[in-house]
């Protein structure tokens, strides 16, 4: 599958299709035979971008420069061995650790966060806040005398609510890779909450406004967008310049998603149910 959404859509899509199965099928030896089947399969829709206007706003170039230069010699890097995805059964340096928050707990942290933040805050710039004050309590994230001062946060987000009030266009687009990001690189020393908790809060509520904002002002769509322009493609070989900044790279961000929270509701009176949903998500090499 092309993103988290899709996986999503196909698995509700399957619990749909079983579930309303009037008769038995018929016995076959095979599941699809093109030659006979072929006229059952969707027609691809033309490109979302056709749909959606991607196009970044003109200072988002020299932006994106001057952010890039300064980060780079600003940012925390990570200390971990770069290793390919395919090679992590073959190192030690890995560490993959799944926590589960049971229904109720999360149902508590949803009830603290619409305690504490005004408007609907999503759980998304909580668990933000949460994982960077750990890392900086536990003490292996920030270095002040090597000018570790800032980090990189990835969002990614999807583009599907752009599209036009219609059900059959968008159900065009319930698969495929039609997601943009929210990128932003905050201070690190914010999230020392040693000597101020009472900080915690309000740096939930600003980072809750600094990605509902991104996503009202369409800025997810910019970095998409400038690559798919048609200048870049023509001029810029894209996966050159992706495999000299990112492979065997130390990483310094923090690919965080939230695509597991999909409310899933009750259908205690179908056969077919989706009981749980859950998707890895990597940054790569």
């Given at each position: 599958?092309?993103?988290?959404?899709?996986?999503?859509?196909?698995f509700q899509d399957?619990?749909?299709?079983?579930?309303?199965?009037?008769?038995?099928?018929?016995?076959?030896?095979?599941?699809?035979?093109?030659e006979k089947d072929?006229?059952?399969?969707?027609?691809?829709?033309?490109?979302?971008?056709?749909?959606?206007?991607?196009?970044?706003?003109?200072?988002?170039?020299?932006?994106?420069?001057?952010?890039?230069?300064?980060?780079?010699?600003?940012?925390?890097?990570?200390?971990?061995?770069?290793?390919?995805?395919?090679?992590?059964?073959?190192?030690?340096?890995?560490?993959?650790?799944?926590?589960?928050?049971?229904?109720?707990?999360?149902?508590?942290?949803?009830?603290?966060?619409?305690?504490?933040?005004?408007?609907?805050?999503?759980?998304?710039?909580?668990?933000?806040?949460?994982?960077?004050?750990?890392?900086?309590?536990?003490?292996?994230?920030?270095?002040?005398?090597?000018?570790?001062?800032?980090?990189?946060?990835?969002?990614?987000?999807?583009?599907?609510?752009?599209?036009?009030?219609?059900?059959?266009?968008?159900?065009?687009?319930?698969?495929?890779?039609?997601?943009?990001?929210?990128?932003?690189?905050?201070?690190?020393?914010?999230?020392?909450?040693?000597?101020?908790?009472?900080?915690?809060?309000?740096?939930?509520?600003?980072?809750?406004?600094?990605?509902?904002?991104?996503?009202?002002?369409?800025?997810?769509?910019?970095?998409?967008?400038?690559?798919?322009?048609?200048?870049?493609?023509?001029?810029?070989?894209?996966?050159?310049?992706?495999?000299?900044?990112?492979?065997?790279?130390?990483?310094?961000?923090?690919?965080?998603?939230?695509?597991?929270?999909?409310?899933?509701?009750?259908?205690?009176?179908?056969?077919?149910?989706?009981?749980?949903?859950?998707?890895?998500?990597?940054?790569?090499s």
């Open positions: 599958f092309c993103d988290g959404r899709s996986s999503i859509h196909f399957l619990r749909d299709e079983l579930n309303n199965i009037k008769t038995l099928p018929k016995k076959l030896d095979y599941i699809f035979e093109y072929y006229q059952l399969l969707r027609k691809l829709p033309e490109p979302i971008e056709n749909m959606i206007d991607f196009r970044p706003p003109y200072l988002f170039i020299p932006k994106s420069l001057l952010s890039g230069f300064i980060y780079s010699h600003l940012r925390f890097s990570s200390k971990g061995v770069c290793t390919r995805m395919d090679e992590i059964e073959k190192s030690d340096e890995i560490v993959t650790e799944i926590i589960n928050i049971s229904p109720s707990e999360f149902q508590k942290i949803r009830t603290k966060i619409k305690l504490n933040i005004p408007g609907k805050c999503t759980i998304t710039p909580f668990l933000e806040v949460c994982w960077f004050v750990t890392l900086h309590k536990w003490g292996k994230f920030f270095k002040p005398l090597k000018f570790e001062w800032l980090t990189d946060v990835f969002i990614p987000a999807d583009c599907r609510s752009l599209l036009p009030e219609d059900e059959e266009v968008r159900a065009m687009y319930r698969y495929g890779a039609n997601v943009g990001f929210v990128d932003f690189t905050p201070w690190i020393s914010k999230f020392n909450m040693n000597d101020s908790k009472e900080n915690f809060w309000p740096l939930i509520a600003h980072y809750h406004e600094v990605i509902s904002g991104a996503i009202k002002d369409k800025k997810h769509l910019n970095g998409l967008g400038f690559n798919i322009q048609s200048l870049v493609q023509k001029y810029v070989n894209i996966d050159k310049v992706m495999r000299d900044r990112a492979l065997g790279k130390s990483r310094g961000g923090t690919l965080l998603s939230n695509v597991g929270m999909f409310h899933q509701s009750e259908e205690t009176e179908h056969k077919y149910r989706i009981r749980d949903l859950a998707f890895g998500q990597f940054q790569g």
